[in-house]
Structures are given as structure tokens and as C-alpha cells.
């Protein structure tokens, strides 16, 4: 059998970039035609080479540094700047860097033209058709792609095919057959003819690449971006749609940022953005250290209020879970700190990974796994059953997939409600009463309670426990849920939160009543981590804990005695200073010894839980023989210490937290909420995540890249049957002026012609040309300038210039002759725009299109540079192009006439002038349809 091309280092993660897709059905739906197109990310536009004149102003830049400060950094990069393109700047500055000085690149202009890197070797597509599965490979894919023009191409090296023009290494995005060749496309021959294709899979790797390579490959294409069209980590909770009172973080001309001129990447926290990204994707952490965001601890945050909010979440729960059944616990000690680790520094409401941003396109980074099929868990004390507790809980969820709401089925209005009217977490918090698991067994007997309610909660949690893959019999009732709900009369976060962290870390400090869901669960979560630490061992037990413990103790001996002394000094609580990584060290050495301890061991030991003490009391028993006694000792001696341990992290976390703003605490705290509740994605991904957190360990450095891509759901004829899909605006204000409008429209063409009034066309192809004028009249340009640049270019580009002088003698820009023999010009001219000398598209448009023919038959007046002997003119060959230049000037006049009337009827903000439109085809625009959901094409 020849060898898998999918075949990867298995030492290595495997980054898969997307690509887009493309299909059709043949004619006799026997075949279905994929083409595939790279994404944004795969798309190099950076010119590397530096020009003679940027050489010198890149130069002049770095010299202005030496010996400066703050503010003469400043200087000198506004200056090199304006020197160069604002976009060059940062690039130029980068690449003539004084330490990479000898490395520079060769003074030279553009390179080439934009390229598409890190695709597989090839594209392997595979076919679902009734639940029967069809692999075909694509073509082999060179390693560069062309995707687009250079910034100044050669003419003569231009080709058209099929009536486009192309550069070099284009002709693939136009013609299919050539894209079969060049590997980005791929012909299925179906198994079941003109049946539906329930998915379509393509993917690949790119192993001509080794790991460094590969790595290398990722770095070069954010370098193209950062040096491009812009790269940034995108903060939690940036807007990605614009709205009355937020606006997303992209701008579509962003200022060019200076690259770093002293920190190196080295001194960032091993929590910034940019180092846990960097190490994700095993490239150095230097090529994403300037970007925007970079130095943001979003993880370390993160981190922090799940370790403060464990005691009053999670730990609660797990304590209430463990029973001791034929004396072996629910949960071991183990599993429980194994269990508190995963969701300190892997479960994440925000994802394990910062989200990017590369031009105007957002990319979510998440590291996931084949979790159903062939994850293969660690043997230790955690994955084996979490992955498989994780698994059933997945089947059952995925059992309630078709509750959920979805745009295109059933009631549009509905759909939308529900959709809309969810948020991406929490946004309150709901209560209910419970009876304890005693009352529930024991309250019927003595009180009026409703039976019927507590057997019912307690059928549903023997489903509920053995679907999960638990023995209901060994866990017991969990008491019973009152019938209703009520809102928890505080808010989720206040401004006061701050004063209250710091009552907590300073005991003398006064705290003030609880004022916020956040405070109500620091509080109940110090009390927790306090009486953890009680639980294990009073400070008066510790004495007689060590004497004991000291005997299979060995090498930690000192360090415990020195702990239990500080301890004895402290009133039973370990200075600060001690430091959580020290403690943890020391109960680890001691749990590898005699395993860890806890509030399970405590259980096995002392089964009844009304009237269980402390591991120290155990281990203190004068009827315990020596053997077992010592090993208990140290035992009790380790759970006291993993509680200090525990301590120490939620007061470290208190102090993360207390530099945090209102605006992230409430991100966080309901991240907490979610991921302690219905979050059982976050659970899957942590498990990845700790998996590739090892590999890292392992290997820091190095990736495998690959690509792929998916469509669900293709009928041939479909898309025929469509309705007239959803509508894009960049704000809700602007998406409600289009929904009347479009209202309008229907009104005033029943019929559907299109003719009537409101009959206004916002393709994006029209949005894109009138917002392209936009922006040159908003630049200073004339709208009659903009127009002629469009009509002489595309006289230029079918070889047609020799009729330019003479159409700019009908329609001047400027009143007076053209005149290119140096006489005195009229004032008006002077004052003109310096491209004045273009025809003005608005006049053309007005003049008879018979008298501009019958005009381009005669050789023009005035005009030096053609022999009036040698004048051509063909009404079959020459004005058939140059009526369809006049229409292509007709057509955008029209859309900016569009654009204009239907911007004129949006209702502006209420208290700010509305800011300028972003394109439709940006990241930023809003929809009146749900965040991440396809709108139809066609």
C-alpha cells in the first residue's frame, strides 16, 4: 500500500490552518467539482525587499535611537513614516533591525507577487453519502501558490484567460482544469449519484516539512501579516460587531506601531498572550511579541478566578460527592487534585488559547482531539474515567441538538429571539431552595414536605448518575431541588469587589457586607480553603503529627519540621512568604511517598460523616501500630501541607484578581459559573490541552502544519430554492434601515423587476466600488476625477490610450484647453488637485454617447503627440470597448447613488454622529442572523 499522506510526527502538534470552499454538482449529479481556495491566514503580502530609499530612511531611523529616550523613539518613527509608506514603516524598521544588520535584505523591490504558504502536499477530499465514506486525493501543491497581481506588474507578462485578466500563476483561480492540476481542486466521482452529500471533508498535511521547518513556515506568515495588513491578539470581550454604544476593535487603517526597540521576548510573563500562543504553536515567541495585546495576561486571569472559585464550586460539590462505599471512596484525593489542576490551568470559558487577529479576519485557536474515537487516555489517576464520564456526557447533550434554535427552520421570528436573546456567558444568576439529602430522607416523617418532589429528584438522579457511568447506589441522594426559581438579588460584580479582596488578604483590614455575586463566593470559598487546612490538622496536632511523620519521612524531614515551626510561630496559618510553588513541592514529595491525602482518606478512616475529625486524630490513634501509624502521620502531615498549598494559590489569585477592572471580573466570574455548569466543551478542550501542554514539555519548539476545511448538508438544485438570504450591515442601526428599505422595494415592485422605486442594488461588488469612491472624495479627490481614473484605466489596460487626450478635450476636470504646451493656466486650474489633468468622468457621462463617436473619428486639435495622418478609429473594433468603459463609469456612479440613498435613510445614533461604514466584507459588520452561522450564496 503506498504510504498515508496524512503520515505526521506524532511527537509534534498539528496545526490545521482552514481553507475555503467550493462545490458543484455535474450536470447528471454523477460527480461533485471542489475547488479550494486558502484562507486569509495562508496569504503572504508582504514585500520583504527594502528600496535604496527606504534603506536610507530606515537607517536614519536607527541611528535617531541610539542614546535616545522615549519620546525621540517617537520622533524618529513618525519621521520614517512619513519617509516611506505609513504601511513600509514597521517593516523597514524590523528588517533593518542593527543586530540582524549583516542579514538585511538586498536593496530590490517587490519580491514577487501574494502567495499562499503552509498548504498540505496535497488535499485529500472525502465524500459522506449515506453514511458510507469516499476518500479521493488531490494533485501535488507547490509549495508558493500565487494568489494575486504584484503591486506593479509587468504588462507583457499579464495573460487573459476566459476574459480576465491574470498574472502569473493565477490562471488556476479561473480555470478548473488548471486547478486540478495545481492540486486546489478535486473531482469526486459519487457513489450514489444525485443523492445528497451529508459531508464533505478536506484536509491535509504538509509533510515535506520537519517540525523546525514548519514552524519556521507559521512564523514567516504572521511576520507577512504583522508587516501587512496588521496582526493582533484580540482582548476578551472586544465587540466583534459594531453597535450603537460599542464598536469592535478592527480598523481598516490601523497606525503603524514601532517594533521593540530594547525588551526583548524573553522578559515577557511566561502568562502573556504572546507566550502562550508562541508556545502552542512551538515558533518563537519574537514574531508575535509587537503585536497588539501581546503582553495581555488573559490566561494568568483566567487561572486566577478558577482557583479562587474552586473552594465554592466545583470543591463543594466533589465533597459532597464522596461516599465510602465497602471502604473505598467515590473520588480519591488523588482524582480530586488531579481534577482541581485541570480546571486551574486548563478549563476555560474563553478557550485554552488567545484568539487572533490577522488583517481584518479574527481566528479562534483551539486545540482539540478525535475525543469520541481514537483518544487513547493516560494511564494515571485522572484521564481513564474523566474521558469517559466526559464521553457519555457528550451523547446526551448531543441527544438535545435539535432543541436548538437555528436560522432556516421553523419560525424565522422565533429562531431569532432565541438566538439573539443568548449571550456568550452568564448574564445573571437564578436560585433556587434545596433540602438537604437528610432532610430529604428523614424530613417527609416529621414535617409536611411533598414526597412526591423528593422521589422524583431522586429517580432523576439515579438516570442522571448511571447514564454518567456512576454506581447511584454509592453516591446517594443529593437532596431535592425546590420547583422554583428566583433571581439572586445582587449583582454579578460591583466596584467595591476590589476593597473586599483586600479586606480578605488583609485580616485587619474591615470588610464590608457582601455586594456582588463575586464576593459572596470569595467568601465562601476562603472559609473552604481555611477549614481544609483545619480538617487535615490543628496547629496544636502538628507537633505530635512530625514525631511521628519524621520516621519514613527521610529527605523532606527538614523541610517539614521547618514548615510545622512556622507554622506553630503563625497560629496554625503559613506566612505568605513561604510561597504556593514551596508548598507544593513539599506535598508532592510527600504524596509520591505515601500518596496524596485528603478529605477521602479522612472519609475511608472516619465513614460517618456527622461526627468525622481530622487526619491528625487518625494518625494520633494510640491503637494504631507503629507501621501503619508513621506512614498515616505523614499522610495527615501532607494533606495539612496540599491545604496550605491550596491556601496559598487562592491568595495569589486574590491578588491576580484585585488588579482586574469590573469589565473582566464579570467576563470571568461568569466563565466560571458557565464552565461549573453546562460547559462540557471547555472540559473536552482542557483535556487536549493538558495533552498538549505535556508535548510542549517535551518538545517546546517545532509543529506540523496542515489544512482543512468542511461543508455539510450539499443537495444538487438547492441552492435555486433559496430565499433571498440574510442581510449584512455594520451596525444594527444600518441593518434596520436596510430591512426597510428592502420593505420598501417590495412594496414598490411586486412583481419583483426591480425596476420601481427603492430599487436599490448592494451586491458587495457595487458596495465595494462605491465605497472605494467614498473614500477618495473623503481623501480630497473629485467624484468626476475618481470616475475618469476608472475610465481611462480601462482604455489603458485594452490598449485604447491614444483616444485618452482626445475624450479629455470633450470632458476637461478643468475648465479652459487641454493645454500641454506650457502656457499660463487660469486660477482654477492652478488651485486644482494635483491629478486634475484626467477626463471628468461626470461630464463624460453626460454627453451624447453618438456625438463622442462621431467626434473619435477625426483626428484630435491640439494634440503634439500623433500624427493626424495616422489617426485609426473602428466602430467595430474600437467603440465597442470603449461604450463598455462608459458603462463600467455608468454602473458606479449608480451604486454610489445606491450607497447614498440608503445610507441617508438610517437613523443616526443618538448622541454622536455616525462613524464611517466599514466594507460589508470585513470582520466587523453585524447581521441580522446569529454570530457564526453562513449565510447563503447565490
Not at 475610465?791 to 489596460?797: K, P, S, V, W
Amino acid at each position: 500500500m503506498p504510504p498515508d499522506p496524512c503520515d505526521a510526527d506524532p511527537g509534534v502538534p498539528l496545526v490545521l490552518l482552514p481553507v475555503r470552499l467550493e462545490t458543484r454538482f455535474t450536470d447528471d449529479g454523477a460527480a461533485l467539482r471542489v475547488r479550494i481556495y486558502p484562507d486569509d491566514v495562508h496569504v503572504d503580502r508582504l514585500d520583504r525587499g527594502v528600496a535604496a530609499d527606504e534603506r536610507d530612511a530606515g537607517m536614519v531611523y536607527w541611528r535617531a535611537l541610539w542614546g535616545g529616550d522615549e519620546e525621540a523613539e517617537r520622533v524618529a518613527f513618525d519621521r520614517l513614516a512619513k519617509d516611506v509608506h505609513r504601511e513600509r514603516a514597521a517593516w523597514i524598521a524590523e528588517a533593518l533591525r542593527p543586530n540582524n544588520i549583516a542579514e538585511r535584505p538586498p536593496p530590490g523591490g517587490q519580491l514577487g507577487p501574494p502567495v499562499a504558504r503552509a498548504l498540505p502536499d496535497r488535499f485529500l477530499v472525502r465524500v459522506t453519502q449515506a453514511g458510507e465514506s469516499k476518500t479521493v486525493p488531490g494533485s501535488a501543491i507547490a509549495p508558493e501558490v500565487v494568489v494575486g497581481l504584484p503591486d506593479d506588474p509587468d504588462p507583457a507578462a499579464l495573460v487573459r484567460q476566459d476574459g480576465v485578466t491574470l498574472g502569473p500563476g493565477m490562471e488556476w483561480m479561473t480555470s478548473y482544469g488548471v486547478a486540478v492540476d495545481a492540486g486546489m481542486a478535486v473531482t469526486v466521482e459519487l457513489g450514489r449519484p444525485g443523492e445528497p452529500v451529508e459531508s464533505l471533508l478536506v484536509f491535509g498535511v504538509r509533510g515535506g516539512l520537519d517540525a523546525p521547518g514548519a514552524a519556521e513556515e507559521l512564523e514567516r506568515l504572521l511576520v507577512s501579516h504583522r508587516f501587512g495588513h496588521g496582526a493582533a491578539i484580540v482582548p476578551q470581550g472586544t465587540p466583534t460587531n459594531n453597535t450603537e454604544s460599542d464598536r469592535s476593535a478592527w480598523q481598516r487603517h490601523p497606525e503603524p506601531r514601532a517594533p521593540a526597540t530594547r525588551a526583548p521576548a524573553e522578559d515577557l510573563p511566561p502568562d502573556a498572550d504572546a507566550v502562550v500562543l508562541a508556545r502552542a504553536l512551538g515558533i518563537d515567541a519574537v514574531a508575535l511579541r509587537d503585536l497588539d495585546g501581546a503582553t495581555e495576561r488573559e490566561q494568568g486571569q483566567a487561572r486566577a478566578a478558577n482557583t479562587a472559585l474552586w473552594a465554592a464550586s466545583w470543591g463543594s460539590f466533589l465533597q459532597r460527592l464522596t461516599t465510602v462505599t465497602s471502604g473505598r471512596p467515590t473520588i480519591t484525593d488523588e482524582q480530586r487534585a488531579a481534577l482541581r489542576d485541570l480546571f486551574q490551568d486548563h478549563v476555560r470559558g474563553r478557550g485554552p488559547l488567545p484568539a487572533i487577529r490577522l488583517g481584518d479576519q479574527p481566528y479562534g485557536l483551539l486545540p482539540v482531539s478525535a475525543h469520541d474515537g481514537r483518544w487513547q487516555p493516560k494511564e494515571d489517576s485522572l484521564e481513564p474515567r474523566l474521558t469517559e464520564l466526559l464521553r457519555r456526557a457528550r451523547a446526551i447533550l448531543r441527544k438535545s441538538l435539535g432543541a436548538v434554535p437555528k436560522v432556516g427552520e421553523g419560525a424565522l421570528d422565533d429562531a431569532l429571539l432565541e438566538v439573539l436573546g443568548s449571550g456568550p456567558q452568564a448574564l445573571g444568576v437564578r436560585v433556587r431552595s434545596i433540602a438537604s439529602k437528610t432532610m430529604s430522607q428523614i424530613g417527609p416523617h416529621f414535617i409536611p414536605m411533598d414526597g412526591d418532589d423528593a422521589e422524583i429528584g431522586t429517580n432523576a438522579d439515579w438516570v442522571i448518575w448511571s447514564a454518567l457511568g456512576f454506581d447511584p447506589s454509592e453516591i446517594g441522594p443529593n437532596g431535592s431541588l425546590g420547583r422554583t426559581t428566583r433571581p439572586l438579588g445582587l449583582p454579578q460584580v460591583h466596584e467595591s469587589d476590589i476593597d473586599y479582596i483586600k479586606a480578605l488578604l488583609e485580616p485587619g483590614l474591615p470588610r464590608h457586607s457582601v455586594q456582588s455575586v463575586f464576593q459572596a463566593l470569595l467568601e465562601l470559598a476562603h472559609a473552604a480553603e481555611q477549614k481544609a487546612a483545619g480538617d487535615a490538622s490543628s496547629v496544636e496536632e502538628l507537633t505530635g503529627l512530625e514525631e511521628r511523620a519524621v520516621e519514613v519521612a527521610g529527605e523532606l524531614a527538614p523541610r517539614i519540621r521547618e514548615l510545622v515551626e512556622l507554622a506553630q510561630h503563625a497560629n496554625g496559618e503559613l506566612p505568605r512568604r513561604v510561597g504556593a510553588e514551596h508548598l507544593n513541592e513539599v506535598a508532592s514529595g510527600i504524596a509520591q511517598e505515601v500518596g496524596e491525602s485528603g478529605p477521602s482518606l479522612l472519609a475511608t478512616h472516619q465513614p460517618l460523616a456527622a461526627v468525622r475529625g481530622s487526619l491528625s486524630e487518625v494518625a494520633r490513634d494510640p491503637a494504631l501500630a507503629a507501621a501503619e501509624a508513621a506512614p498515616l502521620a505523614l499522610g495527615a502531615l501532607g494533606a495539612w501541607i496540599r491545604a496550605q498549598h491550596r491556601l496559598a494559590e487562592f491568595y495569589d489569585a486574590l491578588e491576580e484578581l484585585a488588579a482586574t477592572s469590573e469589565d473582566e471580573r464579570r467576563i470571568l466570574l461568569a466563565e466560571v459559573l458557565d464552565t461549573s455548569s453546562h460547559r462540557l466543551d471547555a472540559w473536552i478542550t482542557a483535556v487536549v490541552s493538558r495533552r498538549l501542554d505535556a508535548q510542549r514539555d517535551a518538545r517546546p519548539d517545532g509543529a506540523t502544519i496542515g489544512a482543512y476545511g468542511w461543508v455539510e448538508d450539499l443537495v444538487q438544485g438547492s441552492a435555486t430554492t433559496r430565499n433571498g438570504g440574510y442581510l449584512h450591515a455594520p451596525s444594527p442601526a444600518q441593518a434596520r434601515t436596510a430591512g426597510i428599505l428592502r420593505s420598501a422595494h417590495l412594496t414598490h415592485n411586486p412583481a419583483g423587476a426591480g425596476q420601481g422605486a427603492f430599487a436599490i442594488d448592494l451586491t458587495s461588488a457595487r458596495v465595494r466600488t462605491a465605497m472605494s469612491l467614498a473614500e477618495g472624495i473623503a481623501q480630497g479627490q473629485q467624484l468626476g476625477a475618481l470616475l475618469g481614473y476608472r475610465f481611462e484605466r480601462h482604455l489603458h489596460e485594452h490598449e485604447l490610450d491614444r483616444f485618452v487626450l482626445s475624450i479629455r478635450a470633450m470632458a476637461p476636470l478643468v475648465a479652459g484647453k487641454l493645454n500641454d504646451r506650457g502656457e499660463t493656466l487660469p486660477q482654477p486650474a492652478q488651485e486644482a488637485i494635483a491629478a486634475a489633468n484626467v477626463v471628468d468622468g461626470v461630464r463624460l457621462l453626460a454627453l451624447n454617447r453618438q456625438d463622442i463617436k462621431v467626434k473619435l473619428g477625426h483626428a484630435p486639435e491640439n494634440n503634439p503627440y500623433l500624427d493626424p495622418n495616422d489617426w485609426e478609429f473602428s466602430e467595430q473594433d474600437d467603440w465597442p470597448e470603449i461604450e463598455r468603459a462608459l458603462d463600467e463609469v455608468a454602473a458606479a456612479t449608480r451604486a454610489c447613488t445606491s450607497l447614498r440613498r440608503a445610507t441617508s435613510h438610517g437613523p443616526p445614533p443618538p448622541s454622536t454622529p455616525p462613524p464611517a461604514m466599514p466594507p460589508p466584507w470585513s470582520s466587523t459588520s453585524s447581521a441580522l442572523r446569529p454570530p457564526g452561522s453562513r449565510s447563503p450564496t447565490g
